[in-house]
Every structure is written in C-alpha cells, then in structure tokens.
C-alpha cells in the first residue's frame, strides 16, 4: 500500500506537469526548443505551494531600475587577413536599460537608437534601432498578461557572407523586428487545472542590399512580414480521487506572410494521462487529432521559368495563381514517455510519438542546483517558420535576464541569462528566410554566479527541413535541409565599486544543404572594461576580434577597438 507521504510526492509530480498546461498546449505547433521543454515549466520545477512562495519572495525583493542614457564611441575596425583599410567610424546612442519586479509585474528589457558617422573608407552614415524585451502583469489571481519584443540585425540569406558585426555598407544585412502579447490562464477551480491562453505576434524584415552568394548558389527568398494567432485551451486534474492525472486540452493556430501569400493553419485537440508509478517517477502518455495545412502562391517567372525577383532579392507573388500546399497532414497523433523528479530541483521528460506523418522525439530536463545556478535542455520537433518562431522563442524567455549587447556593433546579444534561467534565439534569427519548414534541435543553456563571477552558456543544434509545393517554380527548394551548429558565452564581474569587466565569444557553423552552396563558418570573441568617473559617467574601452570563413568569400579575420563614454541619468 502508497504511504501518504508517498502519494504526495506522486501528486506533487503530476501537479508539475498539470501547472504548466498552459505552456503545453501552446507548445503543440511550434518548432522552437519551448516546444522540447513543455512539460515543465520554464523556472526550476516547484511542488504545490512553492509558486506562492516564491511569488511572496518577489514582493519581498521589489526592485525597479530604469536607467536612460546617452553615449559617444569611436571605434576602429580593420580586416587584419587580407590587409584591408582601416575604417573608422562614430557612435552616438540613446536608449533604456530596464529590471523591474514588483507584486504583480516582472519586466526586463533594453532599447537603443544609433546613429554612425562614418568617415571615409566607404562607410557611411546609418541608423540602426535594437532592443529586447520580455515581460508580464498580473491582472488577476492566475490570469497574466504577457508580452515580449525583438529589434536587431541578422543576416538575410543563410549562404550570404558574414562577417558578425553588420557594419558599413555590407549586402545580406537585414533589420528584424518582432512583437508578441497575449493573456495566459492557470488557475485551480473546483480540483481541476485550468489553463488557457491567447497569442498575437507580428514579424517585419527590411533588407536594404540583396545578399551576395558564393558562385553557383541559388539564393532564397526573403521573409517580408507576418501575422500569426495561437489560441489554447487545457483542462485536467491531479491524481487523487483517481489514481492517475488526466488532462484534455485542444488549440488553433494561424499565420499569414505576405510572401508568396503564405498561410499555415492548424488546430489539435488531444487527451493525456499522467501515472505515477513511485515518488519520483510517472508515465506519460496522450493521443489526439491533428489537421495542419500550410500553402502559398506562386512567384511571377519569366519567359525562361525562372522567378522574378524585386529590388531586395524577393520573390514577386504571382497574384493569379491559386495556393498550392506544400505541406498537409490531419488524423491520429499519440505520443508517450516517462518524467523523473527526484527532487524539488530537478526534473526531466523525455517522450517518442507520432506527428507530421513521423515518429517525433521530445524532452527536457531542468536542474537548479542553487539559487544562482540554472542548467536546462530542451529538445524539441515542430513545424515553424521565422514569424512563429521567433513569437515562440520569445515567449519562452525568462522574464527576468540581464541585457547585454556587443560592445563594438551594440548589436543584441543571441543568448540571455538570469536568475530565472536562460534563452537563445540563435536557430530563429541564423537565416531571414520567407519559407515554412520542419524544425528539429536540442538546445541547452547555463547560467550561473561563481567567486564574483556571473556567466552564461549557450549550445545547440537545430535542423531545418524547408517546404515548398511539388509543382511550384520554386519546388527545389522543397526537401532541402540545413543544418546549424552554435555555442555562445558570456561572463562578466565587478572589479570594484566603480568599474566592471566583460567578456563574450560565439562560434557558429552553418551547414548548407542547397545545392552548390558552401557552407558557413563565423566566430569571435570581445572584451569590454567600464570604469564610473563621476555619478553617472562612465567610461568604456573595448576590443573584440571575429573571423569569417566561406568557399567562393575571402576568409576575414576583423579587429575592432572602441573607446566611448556614457551617461546614465
């Protein structure tokens, strides 16, 4: 016979994967490492009554630190490989630094606007706006309001040149902005978890150059803009009056691109059984019904076949054309799987199934060793694209993080770490393309306080499967796999009560499976040291090294150096 304390701990363990039913069902189209993780929720996994706890540790810790500023660089950058000029150039930047967690509020963000004179040596002057932002309200007992928003710089075309720093006048350059809102439920009424939830994003690309290839690569077609909606529902209880938990939840998403008049629509509904078999260990299991449709349009072709493209390298939407389907699927999904808690700390899932017409694999692990240390693993397998992708990959960032930036290009940073954990962007933001395609990845972060020292890592793999319709003008593309490879760290400390020190490196590799393309090799390092004068002047010195490796492009190796000052009001 179950002791009691034994049954609690059973109950404890279904609870975790019923509290986060919500994450669950949003997770069920996407393609972004939330989807590996969405049997847990995305903080170190709790036992009932741990979340209000911690919630009364937040209005115990209440902290709002907004801080403007205004700030001049001068910075100098050299190709060192293949003696090229010297060029030099002048920041001058405003923008908001921002942390705030109160009772019912947690916000972290940053936003910068920049202005480069350049002078000579074929920069000229440009604009540049980033900024990152994650954040939620409560408005009620178990309803947020949550919201998140990205602008920065990547690169248009996956086979195009890059250099890691999106200076100057450089082709395949593009400017990304991305923004998601939406409410979330979960509440316990009468002994059941309820969960639901609503989400609006928005993705916009501007390229200013169409990319410059390699020779013999065919270049993609650019992701303009989209709007994509996701609207869950979840309802389930704990083990108790029953000796298992159960959980029956359903869900619809939309997403319309302008390119090619793209449109990908799905909806599910499926049922789930969680059954501890010991304290610490339950199987899971579900099954349900999918019917999932994405199309477009064809592009223009001209009297040779070939697709018309515009002024920034995209296809022209051949209005009088009907949508053809480059990927259908509907019926019977299941999937099944084990989950291990062994303490309050630490959790994992792994799961196999059945979806897309596939045998699918999932799973994630999360472990808070102490209040400082946060390891987690997500691996997931969706269908995706860069507008869905990124809304998802910004929703599973922590609210709570510390933004930082690349000192020389002031370009956000791919990876964000926190007291909550962290986050990448690197498999939504490697490759601007407009087409939909099967995602497959693992994505692991740390983030950590150690001796004085706070760092974070960042790892992972993704896989991208493109989709495009058998008899369309651009049907080669259809099957067409691309494969990447990242690692990103960060570290920095306060050297003394007025000056602090950072470092960040990244190593890429891109794995071109379009024919003729090569592949892409990127990585750098950067080191930055800031020394407080007088209130709120500071003073910053930077140096940062990145070498770029592609056949049919001249290797680079480019050294920059800042020196600029900053004044937080």
């Known amino acids: 016979m179950r002791t009691p304390i034994a049954l609690r701990h059973a109950s404890a363990l279904a609870a975790l994967l019923l509290a986060g039913t919500a994450t669950g069902a949003q997770a069920q189209f996407s393609g972004d490492p939330a989807s590996g993780a969405s049997d847990a929720p995305t903080s170190a996994p709790a036992e009932p009554g741990r979340a209000a706890k911690r919630a009364e540790g937040r209005r115990n810790q209440r902290q709002v630190d907004v801080s403007p500023y205004l700030e001049v660089g001068q910075v100098l950058t050299a190709d060192l490989r293949n003696g090229g000029d010297v060029l030099t150039y002048t920041n001058v930047a405003v923008g908001i630094d921002a942390a705030i967690v109160t009772t019912r509020a947690e916000l972290a963000a940053t936003l910068r606007y920049e202005h480069r004179f350049g002078w000579g040596g074929g920069l000229s002057d440009s604009d540049t706006i980033s900024g990152l932002a994650r954040g939620r309200i409560e408005v009620a007992r178990g309803l947020n309001l949550e919201g998140g928003a990205l602008a920065t710089r990547t690169r248009a075309d996956g086979q195009g040149a890059d250099s890691g720093l999106f200076i100057g006048n450089a082709s395949n350059v593009a400017n990304l902005y991305s923004v998601y809102a939406g409410p979330t439920l979960a509440r316990r009424i009468g002994g059941l978890d309820v969960g639901a939830g609503y989400r609006f994003g928005y993705t916009k690309v501007d390229v200013d150059t169409p990319a410059i290839l390699a020779p013999g690569s065919q270049p993609q077609d650019i992701f303009d803009s989209s709007t994509n909606h996701v609207a869950w529902a979840s309802v389930g209880a704990r083990p108790g009056d029953l000796p298992f938990g159960w959980q029956v939840s359903g869900g619809y998403e939309r997403e319309d691109a302008s390119q090619l008049d793209q449109r990908f629509e799905g909806k599910y509904a499926r049922a789930d059984v969680t059954l501890p078999i010991g304290p610490t260990v339950a199987l899971l299991g579900g099954v349900g019904y999918e019917d999932i449709e994405i199309g477009q349009r064809n592009p223009l072709v001209d009297a040779g076949g070939v697709p018309v493209r515009d002024a920034n390298g995209r296809f022209i939407t051949d209005k009088s054309t009907p949508r053809q389907l480059s990927f259908d699927t509907d019926g019977l999904i299941w999937d099944a799987g084990v989950m291990w808690q062994p303490s309050r700390r630490t959790s994992a899932t792994a799961r196999v199934g059945r979806r897309y017409g596939d045998t699918i694999y999932t799973g994630s692990f999360s472990y808070r060793a102490d209040h400082a240390t946060t390891v987690q693993v997500g691996v997931y397998d ?185 004044y937080n009001f």
Do not use: M
């Open 382 to 566: 969706g269908l995706s694209s860069l507008g869905r992708g990124l809304s998802g990959g910004l929703a599973a960032l922590p609210t709570q993080f510390d933004p930082t930036r690349n000192p020389i290009g002031g370009t956000i940073n791919p990876c964000v770490f926190g007291q909550q954990g962290g986050g990448c962007l690197n498999n939504q933001l490697g490759n601007a393309t407009s087409a939909q395609y099967r995602s497959r990845g693992v994505q692991a972060t740390i983030a950590s306080r150690y001796a004085g020292w706070s760092y974070g890592v960042g790892i992972g793999y993704d896989q991208r499967k493109l989709l495009a319709p058998l008899l369309s003008p651009v049907a080669n593309l259809n099957g067409i796999k691309d494969e990447s490879y990242y690692l990103f760290l960060s570290a920095g400390r306060q050297l003394d009560v007025d000056s602090d020190i950072s470092l960040t490196g990244y190593l890429n590799y891109f794995d071109n499976g379009a024919p003729g393309a090569s592949d892409v090799q990127s990585a750098g390092l950067s080191a930055a040291y800031a020394r407080r004068f007088w209130r709120g002047l500071t003073g910053t010195a930077a140096a940062s090294l990145n070498a770029f490796d592609q056949d049919g492009f001249n290797s680079q190796l480019i050294g920059s150096a800042l020196v600029g000052l900053r």
